[in-house]
């Protein structure tokens, strides 16, 4: 999966360093934590089982009652309302809440070893510890989608699915 060839965006270093700071500069000025993560997920995923409808949904009124819930600051709840926004892809006010919640680990506070790790802790709802590959590659697209929209560099498709 991981290989030593250069991926995503072709860009020159200097504004390589520049572009791959946004999710940094992003994480930097957020404040959730590795548990607020956790229980952000736990409370979607009660609210998507609650509602009858599709599993994986949470509605943006259900969404903001476990942000609420979570105890965020203010400017970072401000933050995953946007974001939440941006992974409504048909803008039914729902989004799936574990693609949005393991997007969002990259904005969690550690080293990059732990955000990946985190990414697939929230991924695993059911706890099993284990990942299949298309599960993998759900985790890395989300990742991946939230650089994107960031402006940050990107690993290409091709390159998630090898």
């Given amino acids: 999966l ?3 060839k250069p ?3 072709d860009v020159s270093s200097s504004s390589e360093q520049q572009a ?6 992003m994480a930097s000025v957020t404040s959730v934590e590795r ?3 956790l229980s952000l997920r736990d409370k979607c995923n009660t609210a998507a089982q ?3 409808g599709n599993p994986n949904a949470v509605s943006r009124e259900d969404f903001g009652r476990a942000l609420e819930e979570v ?9 995953l309302d946007r974001l939440f926004i941006l992974f409504d892809k048909l803008g ?3 989004v799936n809440f574990r693609e949005f919640v393991v997007g969002l680990s990259p904005l969690a506070r550690g080293s990059v070893a732990a955000k990946l790790a985190l990414a697939f802790e ?3 709802v059911s706890n099993t510890h284990q990942i299949k590959p298309v599960e993998m590659i759900f985790v890395l697209t989300a990742i991946n989608n939230v650089a994107s929209w960031l402006g940050d560099p990107v690993v290409g498709a091709d390159d998630i699915h090898t």
């Fill in 20 to 25: 791959s700071s946004y999710v940094a500069a």
């Fill in 35 to 37: 548990k607020e993560m």
């Fill in 50 to 52: 609650r509602s009858g």
């Fill in 92 to 94: 039914d006010g729902q």
């Fill in 122 to 124: 929230l991924y695993d």
């Fill in 71 to 79: 105890g965020l600051a203010d400017a970072d709840l401000e933050i």
């Fill in 7 to 9: 991926m995503g965006n």
């Fill in 2 to 4: 991981f290989h030593s």
